[in-house]
């Protein structure tokens, strides 16, 4: 099974993601972005995913969308039915280039290790920087 990555944002923050992570792991077809930009809504980029879903029933599609409990997100919840979306909510950069560099489509169990491994990351950071530190953090 292929897969696709989409990612969806209020605003233009999934075209910047976009682009960052292109910068580290190059142009990759299967990866895009939609975002919902002041006075749209976010029926129509809900509307090009279900397309796509029913288009290429044979493609996975994994939507990173940037904020659970937001509008977009909360509008593309509507799509989880379909067999083929995995729907990820809380978008950042080592879990996008982790989730793009992971060939094949992935199940529950490996897109759940992705999100662990990425948000460990970030503590991970966070911690060895306070502990090395004599200084206070703030």
Not at 42 to 55: A, G, I, S
Not at 126 to 136: C, M, P, Q, R, Y
């Amino acid at each position: 099974m292929n897969k696709k990555i989409i990612l969806v944002s209020h605003g233009k923050l999934s075209a910047g993601m976009l682009h960052s992570v292109q910068m580290i792991v190059g142009e990759n077809p299967d990866v895009s972005c939609m975002g919902m930009l002041p006075g749209e809504h976010y029926q129509p980029m809900v509307d090009e995913v279900e397309r796509q879903l029913k288009e290429n029933p044979d493609t996975q599609y994994i939507v990173v969308a940037d904020l659970l409990g937001g509008s977009v997100c909360n509008g593309m919840t509507t799509l989880t039915g379909y067999p083929n979306i995995k729907l990820i909510a809380g978008m950042n950069m080592g879990l996008v280039i982790s989730l793009i560099l992971s060939p094949g489509a992935l199940s529950d169990e490996e897109i759940d290790a992705k999100i662990l491994e990425a948000k460990d990351m970030n503590h991970r950071v966070l911690l060895e920087k306070t502990e090395d530190s004599e200084e206070d953090f703030f």
